[in-house]
């Protein structure tokens, strides 16, 4: 059987990268892809660059945006 990492797709990377980003308790270092999975672990780091941005945007929630 195999992993659901291995099942991820570049999507889904990228959005578990985005939402770890957006979480200043996560790095980079966090990523669950290994070097093998070059092409998920580029996903889920420019997922996790996106979040980190986001987060000093301000929202529509916070009236403004």
């Not at 059987?1 to 200043?24: F, I, Q, V, Y």
Request: aromatic share 4%.
């Amino acid at each position: 059987m195999s992993s659901s990492k291995s099942a991820d797709t570049l999507d889904l990377a990228h959005a578990k990268g985005e939402l770890a980003g957006s979480d200043l308790r996560q790095s980079a270092r966090d990523c669950p892809y290994l070097h093998d999975q070059r092409e998920l672990r580029g996903a889920w780091l420019d997922g996790f660059s996106r979040g980190r941005v986001d987060m000093g945007k301000p929202t529509l929630a916070d009236g403004h945006g």
